[in-house]
């Protein structure tokens, strides 16, 4: 294909891209930018169980509305299960029923939650719990009553004596009677729902709460744990992880203790909850603008897929920007690195890891890693089987490099199993190669300019507003595509050929004042 048709090629996907992003953007009004602050939230619920043909019956305790948050829009995804709501107390509860499971199962529970303003509070007050005439049995009754007794001699009122029992829980093995309650269960959920009972047993109006916080996205949300005390007229939370947050950055799941989820029928079920800001509402009242249309981009929007799917397209969907960034980098700077796409994959481990850690943890990796490899060397592998060594050792070192960061209070552990290891693997035979070819200042050279592209990717593919624009506006990649299509006709000097070749510059210029 000549250059002409080429350039006319990336023209056209140049002008449908921007085309469909200036409709969507100030005509249907899509939402450009991501609002953090966002009052609308969307949570999911997935439950996943095995069953075998016979009856099951799935329970899930699903949030209802409070004086922080409304919970609106819900829906109830299963295919041949019917559903059923209940009110149990302070508690809303799902039933999915079926008469024959058979094979893998998976429910879902979707909502839209918005965000309660202060002059709305009040309509949702909730009335004070009543107060069981016994909390514990008679085993741990009377340790209760001496750590009670302990807890009024360092209080001063109601509310120092919560403090402090909740100080008490941060290190119950300090504390006797707090230990022999506990029965060596410290889970944040049992440790709140201790500390209810024991304030009820002290004539205290308390429960226990479990909920989500609402601060940011999250693919794999963990329930947070409180207490709420019963104070002047409304509910006051004790113990949350932030207590910075105002109680609307929360939402309550459930309150009480009991179990959130309960299968009658399977033994092997999964839990998993999801959040996500919500622009859906910002694209629906902007589609309602367009009658005609409203119907295909409301099907088609990639914001009705499941939260877990929305995560992980949100990634992939602003790759391409970063093969992009390859691109320039490579056939136009001139930069060269181990493997083509290898510094955008260690980008994306970067954002979990953050740069300057991720920085030093993968010249760890790929130091010890090339140590193992020249000391395999001596006995002659072959190939794969020397691979599948590395392989062993890289893994061998994450495991042990997150067990280290564990013990030292540091929060690598989770994050440093996202780096690409079969990447890293081939990383470290390439650098290698290179390294009895070449030079050893060879590879320690394409080593540094692999983690140079790693950070331009890291900072061009953590923005959140980047990553908000490609999933919003997923025909910006056409664009992306435009501008990638001649780059791969180019065949020009690279930035830093210029200047490697710039005495050749100097030589002809020298000449050619020597003719004159």
């Known amino acids: 294909m000549s250059n002409f048709r080429l350039y006319i090629l990336s023209f056209a996907l140049a002008a449908l891209s921007i085309g469909a992003f200036v409709y969507k953007a100030f005509w249907l009004n899509f939402p450009i930018e991501s609002d953090t602050a966002s009052k609308y939230w969307t949570i999911e619920a997935s439950v996943s169980f095995s069953g075998k043909d016979k009856p099951v019956k799935v329970a899930l305790i699903i949030p209802r509305s409070d004086r922080s948050n409304l919970v609106m829009d819900e829906n109830f995804i299963s295919q041949g299960f019917g559903v059923t709501t209940a009110q149990k107390g302070f508690n809303r509860k799902a039933t999915w029923s079926i008469r024959h499971a058979k094979g893998p199962q998976k429910l879902y529970y979707r909502a839209v939650v918005r965000k309660i303003d202060k002059e709305e509070e009040e309509s949702f007050a909730l009335p004070p719990a009543k107060i069981p005439s016994r909390n514990f049995d008679e085993a741990n009754d009377l340790a209760v009553e001496t750590l009670i007794e302990k807890l009024l001699a360092v209080s001063a009122d109601e509310e120092t004596f919560i403090r402090v029992l909740l100080k008490y829980l941060e290190r119950p093995s300090e504390n006797e009677e707090l230990a022999f309650v506990l029965h060596d269960q410290t889970s944040k959920r049992h440790k709140m729902n201790t500390a209810a009972r024991i304030l009820r047993q002290a004539g205290i109006p308390a429960r226990s709460a479990h909920g989500l916080l609402l601060t940011s996205s999250q693919r794999r949300a963990e329930l947070e744990h409180w207490i709420e005390v019963y104070q002047g007229n409304k509910w006051v939370s004790y113990g949350q992880r932030e207590s910075s947050l105002e109680m609307g950055d929360y939402l309550v799941w459930s309150r009480g203790e009991d179990a959130i ?64 960034l390859i691109v320039l980098l490579r056939n136009v700077v001139g930069v060269s690195t181990i493997g083509t796409f290898m510094p955008v994959l260690i980008g994306i481990a970067f954002r979990q890891t953050q740069l300057v850690t991720g920085i030093l943890l993968f010249t760890l990796i790929i130091a010890v890693g090339l140590s193992a490899r020249f000391f395999l060397e001596k006995f002659k592998l072959l190939l794969i089987p020397r691979l599948a060594a590395v392989l062993v050792i890289v893994v061998m070192l994450i495991a042990l490099i997150s067990l280290l960061s564990q013990k030292l209070g540091l929060s690598l552990g989770i994050s440093i199993a996202l780096f690409p290891i079969v990447i890293l693997t081939l990383t470290i035979e390439r650098m290698c190669i290179i390294w009895e070819e070449g030079k050893p200042a060879d590879a320690m050279h394409q080593c540094a300019m692999t983690l140079l592209a790693a950070a331009c990717c890291y900072f061009v593919l953590g923005d959140p507003r980047c990553e908000h624009l490609f999933f919003v506006f997923p025909e910006l990649n056409l664009l992306v595509l435009a501008l990638i299509l001649p780059l791969g006709r180019y065949s020009g000097y690279r930035l830093t050929e210029l200047y490697r070749f710039r005495s050749l510059t100097t030589e002809k210029k020298q000449g050619a004042d020597e003719h004159v």
Do not use: C, H, W
Not at 269 to 284: D, G, H, Q, T, Y
Not at 295 to 318: D, G, H, K, V
């Open 261 to 324: 989820l309960d299968v009658i029928g399977s033994n092997d079920p999964s839990f998993s909850l999801s959040v996500e800001i919500n622009n859906e509402r910002a694209i629906e009242s902007a589609l309602l603008r367009s009658k005609t249309l409203q119907r295909f981009f409301y099907e088609y929007s990639l914001s009705n897929l499941p939260l877990s799917t929305q995560a992980t397209l949100r990634i992939m969907l602003s790759l391409p920007l970063g093969a992009l």
